[in-house]
């Protein structure tokens, strides 16, 4: 193992790695953030998120609620369509768990744009024979939750909070909702990368944390062993090893849970090994791009002097835009003392900009048709600050450190690093003359990725 040689390949790759863990038999040997990203931060996990419902449900299991060939349908007698097929009706728990509940194509966007999440699932036609083809399908997923909701009387969390969170150390955590109010399942869970590392740990262990029984040997058995086939147009090595209980089957007898942009909670039962990541990965080629790098430095590495132990800093250690704090401003910039501009019409819905420079300080309000933002930037310094901007489902207020640069007299560049979660958004002002050119770039994204804009001064 060469931990130290790991690292440096992780940041020579200009792998968006923002948080990671790496333990061995419960021991810490690498723990190390990307500034701004801090220790105790809860972070979205993505589809990680599913991983953590599968043990909902084998604790649930565990504990009679439910069983693993209940069908789908018992569980909602109101929510059934008119005519029930017999591919819906041979659907169970186990399918939803092992991704071959029959739908061929996939269907988040048609159940997430529906108001009634569980309605819309029943009603969709289910093409295959349940456990007979594998459909990845965070709405799958959901489907556990909705169920677990069910059976146990109470929200996933409540349910979780004495069973999984508590034992494991980990402080009550967020986790999103359907808009019926049903815990989403298949995302928007936020944990903390050390909750992660906890929880991988617990996997390691067969389903015991600190001497407590979490999840019983038998779930976590079926849970990391093949129950489909997910090799069918896939060229990720990792994700093609087959798929158990909502995790991944991975080379060597490893596993993991992963989720978009690079979330990863990766057990490797031989080594004695689990690292855990949060990340700001364009896309699953870079993550597949870290399992490589974990098995050919940490699993099959050379042995090395010691271990390294490191705080933050060592991943990536700047950010783009942080990196500019402290320029100089150049002389000659544009007076910009309550300057307002008015918007095209835009994707962000911004009617108005407001700018108030004043020393090392910029008081940028937003203006939109039903609210207004306002950021306060320093050119010498990260602040931080309190905005409303979108998790997994849906806007939620969270912290972002944020900071100001000019890059030249007329080209104004405002970063902002929202470290709840991967997204890093930058805004970029050319101004000339009474026109505004206004750039907004975010380094990923499941929705709008970056737009341009023209306003006009008013003032």
Known sequence: MNTNLFLKQIEQSNLAVNSLILLQNGRTLVESYRKPYRKDTKQLLFSLSKS?????????????????????????????PESISDHLAKMTVH????????????????????????????SLDVEHEP????????????????ILERATGQKLVDFLMPRLFEPLSISRPTWESCPT????????????????????????????????????EAFL???????????????RIDFAQGYGYQFFLCRDG?????????????????????????????????????????YEHILKGEDEDGFLVSGEGVLNPEIAGTNRISQPIPESIPELNDACYALDNNPLGIRRLKFALRDKQLDLRLI?????????????????TQDTFIKDLALHEQEAAICASWLTNTILELTMV????????????????QRLLFQFHQNVSLGLKECSMIGQILN
Not at 106 to 115: K, M, W
Not at 131 to 146: F, V
Not at 265 to 278: L, S
């Open 95 to 122: 399918h939803l768990l092992a991704m071959n509940a029959g739908h061929h194509h996939n269907i988040y966007s048609q159940v997430a744009e529906s108001t009634d999440w569980v309605g819309t699932f029943l």
């Open 368 to 384: 939109y048709e039903d609210r207004e933002r306002r950021l306060v930037f320093n050119f010498e310094r990260l602040a931080y």
């Open 418 to 433: 929202y470290f709840e979660t991967p997204y890093i958004v930058t805004y970029t002002f050319t101004f000339e003359n």
């Open 131 to 146: 456990g007979s083809y594998y459909r990845y399908s965070t709405h799958s997923t959901y489907m556990l939750s909705a």
């Open 254 to 294: 490893c596993f993991m849970g992963n989720g978009g942009f690079g979330q990863l909670c990766f057990v490797a039962p031989k080594q004695g090994i689990v690292i855990a990541t949060t990340s700001g990965m364009p896309s699953t080629k870079e993550l597949q791009l870290l399992l490589d790098l974990i």
């Open 221 to 235: 058995e079926r849970a990391v062993s093949e129950q489909s086939d997910n090799r069918r147009d896939e060229n």
């Open 181 to 216: 109010g049903i815990t989403a399942g298949g995302m928007g869970l936020s944990l903390s990368t050390a909750d992660i590392a906890r929880f991988g740990q617990m996997l390691l262990n067969k389903g015991e944390f600190a001497g407590h029984r979490v999840v019983s």
């Open 52 to 80: 953590v419902t599968s043990i909902a449900v084998g604790i649930a299991w565990d504990n009679g609620y439910l069983s693993l060939d209940d069908q789908v349908i018992s569980f909602f007698p109101d929510k059934l």
